[in-house]
């Protein structure tokens, strides 16, 4: 089995940051792409971003490209999600997910792994 445990989200006041991490572990598998969604209270869960397993190959929702920005650590298993100037409508529980099967990126039943989720809350 394989365990993506989120970390980093917290309340923040508009304009500010937070960086989110997603720690992987358990059985060793073939990541194709990691992706972040979030679901924000009474909506759908929605694409954020993704990384490619070589982490040349970045995709970002319109709603956040330009402010937050995907990266990944595999010495330490580790994906990150940068978030910038971020405003109230960001406010969500935010998941990381790993696709091991193809490359889709943002269709979140595409995805086989998913973290617990952590709460993100702007305030202003």
């Known amino acids: 089995q394989v365990h993506l445990v989120e970390s980093g989200g917290g309340l923040v006041q508009v304009g500010g940051s937070l960086r989110l991490s997603c720690a992987v572990s358990g059985r060793t598998v073939t990541m194709y792409v990691g992706g972040w969604f979030r679901q924000a209270p009474g909506k759908e869960r929605e694409f954020v971003a993704s990384?490619?397993?070589?982490?040349?190959?970045?995709y970002y929702s319109d709603s956040v490209k330009g402010r937050f920005t995907i990266s990944k650590d595999n010495a330490k298993n580790t994906m990150y999600l940068q978030m910038d100037s971020l405003k109230p409508e960001d406010t969500a529980v935010y998941y990381c997910?790993?696709?091991?099967?193809?490359?889709?990126?943002?269709?979140?039943?595409?995805?086989?792994?998913w973290g617990q989720g952590t709460q993100v809350t702007v305030s202003s």
């Open positions: 997910a790993w696709n091991t099967k193809s490359y889709s990126y943002d269709y979140d039943y595409m995805y086989d792994y």
């Open positions: 990384v490619t397993r070589s982490g040349r190959t970045t």
